[in-house]
């Protein structure tokens, strides 16, 4: 999710499914221009029953990362998401793993690559 200085927002895919490879393959998240807000959108489910947003921490490219939301997705049954703020200190670092923790539970390590 790109939030735009005018409070704009866009969606912007971070896989596309490659015909040749047969599968899907990153792409490279875009920080954009310095005003720009980037968040990392993941889903799981268990979030919405974390005792509070202080107990829900995440860790890209080894960095502590802001987490601005974990709770219930809102329109899908059981859906839960995590809004995960994309500092600028990550521009060029390439392929990071992002860490998702909450009430001292660790997701499942994922990747992604930061253009």
Do not use: C, H
């Not at 490659?18 to 599968?23: A, E, G, H, I, Y």
């Not at 049954?77 to 992002?98: K, P």
Request: charged share 20%.
């Amino acid at each position: 999710l790109r939030t735009r200085a005018n409070g704009s927002q866009s969606y912007e895919p971070v896989a596309q499914f490659d015909v040749t490879q047969n599968r899907f393959v990153a792409v490279p998240i875009d920080l954009g221009v310095e005003s720009d807000q980037v968040f990392l959108i993941l889903y799981g489910t268990g979030l919405r029953f974390r005792s509070s947003m202080t107990t829900v921490n995440a860790r890209v490219g080894g960095a502590d990362a802001a987490v601005n939301f974990a709770g219930a997705q809102g329109s899908l049954i059981g859906l839960d998401q995590a809004n995960v703020r994309l500092s600028r200190t990550l521009l060029g670092r390439g392929e990071v793993d992002i860490a998702l923790t909450a009430d001292g539970k660790t997701a499942n390590v994922v990747k992604a690559r930061i253009k």
